[in-house]
Every structure is written in structure tokens, then in C-alpha cells.
Nanobody, 114 residues
């Protein structure tokens, strides 16, 4: 079945960086677009970055210029490099296909606080 295992989250101070990883399994990875989503307390889950099967990327305005999404098709893994983190980036981060499968991993929590 479709599975996602996200990792790399943590507690950081504003301005610091984190790199998230997501290992995917249960589907053919290389032909599909993948995305990183996040859900902050009290908010709906939103897409923050996506990458097509050919490597084209797109970002929501609030993270553009600070976050970089990438993928390794051989490892069936998608990454999110997050720089200059802000308190408003605090959320649980998930990866999934674009559009999502409906099944989600446990996510990885990112907390940005001084």
C-alpha cells in the first residue's frame, strides 16, 4: 500500500535551517509529481512546494526563496530544504503525491521558536 515516512523535523530558532526527507513506497514514484504539505494548528493542510516528474518546482508565496524541494527517484525520496525559518513555518509537514492519495504518513513536526 501507499506509504510515506517523513523525517528531519525539530525545534529550531528563527533564521535557522532544516532539511526534511520523505521516503515513499507502494506506488510508481518517478512518473508522478510530489509535494510537501504542512498543517499548522487550527489550519487546513496546504501545499507549500511541489516538484514534477521532470524536476520543475513551484512554491507557495510564503516560502518562495527560502525553501527548496528536490527528489531522488532512485531512492524514492523527496526532500525539503528549509532556510531562514520563521515562527509562522511551525507546522507538521507531510509529503504526498500531487494530487494526494488520501493516505498520509505521520508527518514530521517543525517548531520555530526563540
Amino acid at each position: 500500500q501507499v506509504q510515506f515516512v517523513e523525517s528531519g523535523g525539530g525545534l529550531v530558532q528563527p533564521g535557522e535551517s532544516l532539511t526534511l526527507s520523505c521516503a515513499a513506497s507502494g506506488f510508481e514514484f518517478s512518473p508522478v509529481a510530489m509535494g510537501w504539505y504542512r498543517q499548522a494548528p487550527g489550519n487546513q493542510r496546504e501545499v507549500v512546494a511541489d516538484i514534477t516528474n521532470r524536476g520543475s518546482t513551484d512554491y507557495t508565496d510564503s516560502v518562495a526563496g527560502r525553501f527548496t524541494i528536490s527528489r531522488d527517484n532512485a531512492k524514492k525520496t523527496v526532500y525539503l530544504q528549509m532556510n531562514n525559518l520563521k515562527p509562522e513555518d511551525t507546522a507538521v509537514y507531510y509529503c504526498n503525491r500531487i494530487p494526494d492519495f488520501g493516505a498520509w504518513g505521520q508527518g514530521t513536526r517543525v517548531t520555530v521558536s526563540s
